[in-house]
């Protein structure tokens, strides 16, 4: 099933529009709609086969956001990016982090190694022996396992870890063990399901949904050896794979005791061509317009917001609203000014844009403005509060 929203309710659009015009939240500004982040939250354990979410903080970055999200049922602990942002958000109130991804930030992991509380809230990744050599005391550690599909020529997916075997898997337990840390967890986390779209027509996506077959039937013994060998020699606590793309088909595999999704409370326009995704549009950011060129064309302030990743069409923000705005051929979406052709705007109308990607979108404002039945309350961004994700 398609997205069910891509643009914002009428009721969204009133409520953000006086503020706007009147200065008191100047564009460009991000603006979550509350009714669809609920409902998209509601959706993703519907898919979950019974197993807990844990958020992913990286494509939501606003402590306001999170809160609410983890409120809902279904969901459980966070998914962080670095060790700073862990250590702010234990400082938050939050516990149960686990951090993604390695760190080599040796004075955040003295804090870490300092703070008795974080010690224990926290999980650091590792995949090599040379990460273990960062570390100070005993930590809670978990191994990232490499899911990447092999193809004759060529490597699918993510390169994340080196770690790869349940023979490797082994080696690296151990060691962690040698050194005085608590092996707690795996993450196995298959990017080229998680991300890919499914339905897109034509040979693209036909390739792209053999791609997400393959890569989950290739993945699911190697993952359940690697899974077994680290529990012949430590007291895993969790197995963490998934995202909010494949929630269905990694919890179906039985290996994996959570999964994780952050990007599908906001629901960016990556996933409008997902079929299994029936979400709502929650993020928007509004732009006003500064000047028309000529009849027909509007120019906003900003709008260039691209997302990471191989540089494409769909990096671009999405205009979608009002509605049959296109970008200039030549131009595009620019960092101070966008020009779009498709309506007849004025000076000061607003014109709203989905991101291509969730989280992203917050590292270029310092405030949401969350609309909802009992008004719009300012949620601060990571950015807002002074937090970067470094």
Known sequence: MPILATTPQAQVRAAVEPLVRSGESPAPVGVIDLDAFDYNAAQMPARSGGLPIRVASKSIRSVAA?????EHEGYRGILAYSVPEALHLVEEGFRDIVVAYPSVNRKALRELAA????????TIMVDSAELLDLLEGSLRVAIDIDCTLHLPGAVVGPRRSPVRTPEQVSVLAREILRRGHRLVGLMAYEGQVASVADGLPGPVG???????????????????????AAREIADIEFVNGGGTGSLQESAAEGTLTELAAGSGFYTPAIFDDFTGINHKAAAFFVCQVS????PGWATVNSGGWIASGPPAKDRAPV???????SYS??????EVQTPLRGADLE?????WFRHAKAGEMTENVDHLLAVGHDGVDVWDTYRGQGWTLR
């Open 66 to 70: 999170l809160r609410r999200a983890l």
């Open 115 to 122: 703070d008795d509380t974080a010690r224990e809230a926290i």
């Open 206 to 228: 036909a390739v792209k949904r053999w791609l997400r077959t393959k890569s989950m039937a290739d993945l699911a013994p190697r993952r359940r050896a690697c899974v077994e």
């Open 291 to 294: 000047r028309v060129p000529a």
């Open 319 to 325: 205009p979608v609203w009002p509605a049959g705005l």
């Open 329 to 334: 051929s030549t131009e595009g979406a620019g």
């Open 347 to 351: 000076v000061e109308d607003l014109v």
